[in-house]
Each structure stands twice: as C-alpha cells, then as structure tokens.
C-alpha cells in the first residue's frame, strides 16, 4: 500500500517511491534516524534562539554549553539565519 499519495512534488514523488522501495527494517530505520536528526535540530534551533535573546539583554555566558553556543551561533549568524526575528522585551 503506497505511502505517498495526494499533489505533492515531482522531487518529493520521487524521494517517496525510493523510501518505498526500502525493505521493512532499514526503512524503519532509517525513519527513525531522520525523526532523531529532526528533535535534535529542533532542540539546538531552540537554545540558539534562547540563547541569542539572554545575549540581547546583555547576559554573558554562564557554562560551556552558552559558550559554545555565543561562539556558533553568534549575532550575526542569527540575524542572517533569521532576518524577521524580533526580539520583544516583558510587557
């Protein structure tokens, strides 16, 4: 029973008829492994974010992990990555 039905994408078609093509257990595999790739980068995304407002209200870095993420993920960097961010204060 095909997975992929409905008006999607030619690339997207294709990408659904290879998946399907994947015996059972790789494929299962291989879901979860992009499911974990995808929290992973959820939760990174997230405390880059975090992180880039405590630096607008002039935080320093407490621990390695705001260290790591001032310098990977600096001013710039965010205001590149998204321009239509807003930093709010309180209300």
Do not use: H
């Not at 690339?11 to 974990?36: D, M, N, R, S």
């Not at 405390?47 to 407002?53: E, G, I, L, P």
């Amino acid at each position: 029973m095909p997975i992929c039905r409905g008006n999607l994408d030619e690339q997207i078609q294709l990408a659904c008829k290879g998946i399907e093509k994947l015996p059972a257990l790789p494929g299962e595999i291989f879901t979860w492994v992009v499911v974990l790739f995808m929290i992973c980068n959820g939760l990174l995304s997230a405390a880059a974010m975090a992180r880039y407002t405590l630096r607008q209200d002039g935080r320093e870095a407490a621990n390695v992990i705001e260290y790591f993420l001032d310098r990977t993920y600096g001013d710039e960097f965010m205001e590149k990555r998204w321009p239509n961010m807003v930093v709010t204060g309180e209300e």
